[in-house]
């Protein structure tokens, strides 16, 4: 399968982003990853919510105070203070096992 953290959605100097992709191409299981509170502009959580009704999706929200810019990993797109249990959920997901949609 494929998993996808805090996903570039967004074309940025460094390339065009996924934006356009059409991931239904895409043959595996595929999971988003993202946080809600995730502020970097590239990333926007509302273009994984966009595509859960076809993909699965967990949804962090919170964490520990931001230690870096938003497009950077000590905040919210880092999923900071949010680690383990958003790790712990996504290798659920890998083992086929259950997994929380939501980590609050």
């Known amino acids: 399968g494929v998993v996808l953290t805090s996903t570039l959605f ?3 100097r460094s390339g065009r ?3 356009g992709l059409d991931f239904t191409l895409i043959k595996v299981p595929v999971l988003f990853v993202h946080n809600i509170d995730d502020g970097c502009r590239f990333t926007p959580y ?3 919510k966009a595509l859960a009704d076809r993909f699965a999706l967990i949804t962090v ?3 520990d ?3 870096s810019d938003a497009c950077e990993a000590y905040r919210s797109h ?3 203070g949010k680690e383990r249990p958003t790790v712990e959920a ?3 997901w ?3 096992k259950p997994y929380p949609g939501n980590i609050d």
């Open 65 to 67: 105070p931001p230690r």
């Open 78 to 80: 880092g999923y900071l």
């Open 10 to 12: 967004v074309a940025a």
């Open 17 to 19: 982003g996924l934006s």
């Open 90 to 92: 996504i290798v659920n």
């Open 61 to 63: 929200s919170g964490g």
């Open 46 to 48: 509302r273009s994984a």
């Open 94 to 96: 890998m083992l086929k």
